[in-house]
């Protein structure tokens, strides 16, 4: 059993209930191997920046906005992960894309959650309630949400974990949306970040 704690970023852009999970998870010990060292986001008005200091976690704001290039916001964003000592990020509910440049530098180091089951209504352009909009307009009777690796592919790296859920009668995005976070999101990256922090940290069976 190592001592070592994989140290984790959760970078963040919106309201962070998968960044709740996360801090949930943490103390319930589902995450044992990893701990939440830093949250970034590139919203600051971003109420999961609020989840953070409310549990004493260090943040920091990247504001797109702000940046000249995509490689400048790209830049902050390495320069933090590199002054926190950061072993894996972890991007929940992120809504910027990272370059190649970027994903380069943190092979399977990154991993992200995703609302449908990849690789359906995935990409570009698909995010957020505009993910869950088009299972319903393509009438799937199932759909879900995949924690997966991330490279130069938008949701195209490698698969970790995937969850499935019923779409209902009456779904809009919206409902939609809360019944894949409580039923698959909110359980399949704490548990993700386990296995990656696992792996890290060379305790994986
Ligand atoms: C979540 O459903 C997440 O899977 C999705 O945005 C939501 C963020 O919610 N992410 C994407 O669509 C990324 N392609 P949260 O801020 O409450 O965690």
């Known amino acids: ?23 949930d998870a943490q103390k319930s010990g589902i995450i044992k191997s990893g701990g939440i060292c830093l949250v970034i986001s590139n919203n600051p008005g971003a109420y999961a920046l609020e989840r953070a200091k409310n549990n004493d976690i260090k943040t920091a704001v990247v504001n797109k ?16 992960i590199s002054e926190n000592d950061i072993d894996f990020i972890v991007l929940a509910g992120f809504m910027c894309i990272l370059s190649e ?3 380069s530098c943190f092979p399977e180091r990154i991993i992200n959650v995703h609302p449908s089951l990849i690789p359906s209504f995935c990409g570009e352009g698909f ?16 759909t879900g949400a995949t924690v997966h690796y991330v490279n ?4 195209g790296g490698r ?18 949306q809360k019944r894949v976070m409580e039923q698959a999101e909110w359980k ?16 994986a069976e």
């Open 65 to 80: 906005k702000e940046c000249a290039s995509q490689q400048e916001f790209e830049d902050k964003i390495k320069a933090l």
């Open 101 to 103: 440049s970027f994903t």
């Open 127 to 142: 995010y957020g309630l505009r993910v869950h909009k088009a299972a319903l307009d393509y009438g799937v009777k199932v």
């Open 1 to 23: 059993m190592s001592l070592k704690k994989a140290r984790i970023a959760v970078l963040v852009s919106g309201g962070g209930t998968n960044l709740q999970a996360l801090i």
């Open 152 to 155: 130069e592919i938008p949701d």
């Open 159 to 176: 698969i970790i974990l995937q969850k499935a859920v019923y779409i209902e009668d009456g779904d809009t995005p919206e409902i939609l």
């Open 188 to 203: 399949i990256l704490p548990e993700a970040c386990e296995l990656v922090s696992k792996i890290i940290t060379g305790d």
